[in-house]
């Protein structure tokens, strides 16, 4: 791990071919997105919106092992206040809507459109991704929710009921204590989140040994915008977030595009919910990565990337 890796705007590719800044308009002013091109395939280009909300794009860099010899073209992006991409550091721009329309503009200036332009968004990228299709669909050729329920009340329930009792019960309990005191700069509460939950959950592999750059996307992660939406934790939606009461699920059946929603076994996501969006999708179809959880796209990567190729191949 050098310097130069996580000062990400001095690697080589940051200034490479491909890479654009796109000025987008919003209530408080101009600002720039930063987004990259990988590949060239005019009928299909799939653009990339990651999770956090206030992560960056980089954890994607697993998609560089198998969209280009496939022939996709696919686009990394992060999104304002995230990662390359300008910061307002000013909490009324955390709003969905305006999320939605950023994505509008930036699909405009890259010229994608329903004969070739795919949407994937994980995790919170794919709350983005179902309310860009619901407002937007008839741009999208296909649509990929991946790792990501349509019910923000949902996802916390299943943490609560289901994946929380699994825990080391000591642990939940200082996790807890830690949040009551909104103590979340504490180192101690990132080290036993890790330990009792996100080994198990978000990414299922030696946290030592986590790839490079998942471990810069969440240290890098917008704070700010991250406590608005999300709240703490992956341990479900705050009930002080924005996103608290978010559910789109009775509106999937409006989604009028191919779509294929996956997840993982151990997901944070339920997989039975997971399944159940694909079916009040009229061209919905899911896929579960039977190792997988969070990030199935590393630690379920082949069963994730043939899924996901295969529907993206179904095109």
């Not at 996580?6 to 491909?18: E, I, K, S």
């Not at 304002?80 to 699909?107: H, K, T, Y």
């Not at 070739?116 to 990929?144: C, D, P, R, T």
């Not at 076994?265 to 999708?281: N, V, W």
Request: hydrophobic share 40%; proline share 6%.
């Amino acid at each position: 791990m050098t310097e130069q890796y996580y000062d990400r705007t001095n690697r080589p590719d940051a200034v490479a071919g491909g890479v654009r800044m796109i000025p987008i308009t919003t209530p408080l002013g101009a600002f720039n997105v930063w987004t990259k091109r990988i590949g060239n395939n005019p009928a299909l280009k799939v653009l990339l919106l990651h999770g956090g909300p206030g992560a960056t794009h980089d954890y994607f860099e697993a998609f560089d092992s198998f969209l280009p010899a496939a022939g996709v073209e696919y686009y990394y992006y992060d999104q304002l206040g995230s990662g390359r991409s300008d910061n307002p550091a000013d909490s009324r721009m955390w709003d969905l809507n305006r999320f939605i329309d950023e994505v509008e503009q930036v699909r405009t200036a890259l010229d994608l459109g329903p004969d070739n332009f795919v949407l994937l968004g994980h995790s919170w990228g794919g709350i983005l991704a179902m309310e860009y299709a619901l407002k937007h669909g008839e741009q999208l050729k296909g649509l990929v929710i991946s790792n990501m329920m349509s019910s923000a009340p949902a996802y916390s329930r299943y943490a609560t009921n289901v994946l929380m009792p699994a825990m080391n019960q000591e642990d939940l309990a200082g996790i807890r204590e830690i949040e009551a005191a909104r103590d979340f700069a504490n180192p101690r509460y990132m080290e036993l989140l890790v330990r009792s939950y996100y080994v198990d959950h978000i990414l299922r592999m030696n946290p030592e040994e986590w790839p490079e750059p998942v471990n810069f996307a969440f240290s890098n992660i917008n704070q700010d915008l991250y406590l608005t939406m999300q709240g703490p934790s992956e341990m479900g939606i705050w009930e002080e977030a924005s996103l608290a009461n978010w559910d789109r699920t009775n509106d999937l059946q409006f989604i009028t595009v191919p779509a294929l929603v996956l997840g993982g076994r151990h997901d944070t996501m339920d997989p039975t919910f997971l399944e159940m969006m694909a079916t009040r999708i009229p061209g919905g179809s899911s896929y579960i990565c039977e190792n997988g959880s969070h990030m199935a796209m590393y630690d379920d990567q082949e069963a994730y990337f043939e899924a996901l190729l295969g529907f993206l191949s179904s095109l």
